[in-house]
Every structure is written in C-alpha cells, then in structure tokens.
C-alpha cells in the first residue's frame, strides 16, 4: 500500500463454521468493494479475500484456511487507501466521499460560515463537523457547531472548490 491516508473499513470478529470463514464488521457505506481477489492492508499485513457473502457478514481470506488459521485473524481491522475507495467505490449522482467534504467551506447567502474539519454519523444521519468561522467567534458564536448533512440544510456541494452551501445554518450555529 502506497503512503496516503488510509481509512478503516472494516473489522473481523469471531470465526463461524470449520472452513474459516469469518465474521466481518463493516465500517463503511460501501460493502460492494469486498470482492473475491481483492487485497486489503490490515493490522496484520496485506489479506486477499478467497470467499465473501456479504448477506450473511462473512469473510475468508486466502491462506487462512480452516478454522485454527483464521482465529489468528479474529478482531483484525481492514484499510483502503484513498485510491483504492475511489477505484472500488462508486458514487451516484449528490454523493461524495466524506474525505471529500473535509475541508470544504461551509456557505449561506455568500456568508462563509467555517470549515468543516471531520463527518460523524449519529444514527442513520451524517453531521457535518464545523469549525466556525473566526470573525463568527470573536461575534459570540459557538467555536464549533454541527449541521446535518441532508437536503433540508445543504443546498449543493462544489467539491473542486471545496465550497458547501446551505441554508438555515447559521440558525444552528446560532442554537449552538
């Protein structure tokens, strides 16, 4: 694996049945990437994947064969490069990578709000991070606050010029 950022996708558990086959913890919104002969760097060294069922959460991995060998692999954590997520994953139209949000400008009404500095899923709905702004701070307002990252708050994503903008926000950092 080349030396750029490497995001955690995954997690094995416990071993299931005699064949090796293990129980996988996903960690990402892109299970699709977890194919027969792919390689994935790992807390225990680069892992090839010899069988996938996704429906049932199970791995195995090629050269781990039989039950005693892949209990060796038991809470091991699975990485892609940022390379790799792009070649593997497939993004439909609106959707972005959460590395690509990281750094963007976060908008309303031409008002630059703050930057967004990291995404944290609270249940089945993704936030938007924001440092906000310092002229906003020196204002009174909130250092940081969270936006959520659906249509009734983001209006649109410019990701080639790192720009968010939305509507309401600043209600919320407001509350904040």
Not at 23 to 52: A, C, M, W, Y
Not at 115 to 135: C, G, H, M, P
Request: net charge neutral.
């Amino acid at each position: 694996m080349n030396n750029s950022k490497r995001f955690f996708i995954a997690q094995v558990g416990k071993t299931v049945a005699l064949q090796g086959d293990l129980k996988l913890h996903l960690h990402t919104d892109f299970p699709e990437q977890f194919k027969v002969g792919e390689i994935f760097e790992s807390s225990n060294g680069p892992l090839e994947i010899s069988r996938i069922n996704l429906n049932r959460e199970l791995i195995a991995f090629k050269g781990y064969d039989g039950i005693d060998a892949a209990k060796r692999l038991i809470n091991t954590k699975l990485y892609a490069s940022l390379e790799e997520t792009k070649k593997r994953c497939i993004l439909k139209k609106g959707e972005y990578f959460w590395f690509d949000l990281e750094e963007c400008l976060v908008v309303e009404k031409g008002e630059v709000l703050g930057k967004v500095t990291e995404i944290q899923r609270f249940a089945d709905t993704n936030y938007l991070f924001i440092q906000t702004n310092e002229k906003l701070v020196k204002e009174g307002y909130a250092k940081t606050f969270l936006v959520p990252n659906i249509s009734r708050y983001v209006l649109n994503c410019d990701i080639d010029a790192k720009i968010i903008n939305t509507i309401d926000s600043k209600e919320l950092l407001s509350a904040s």
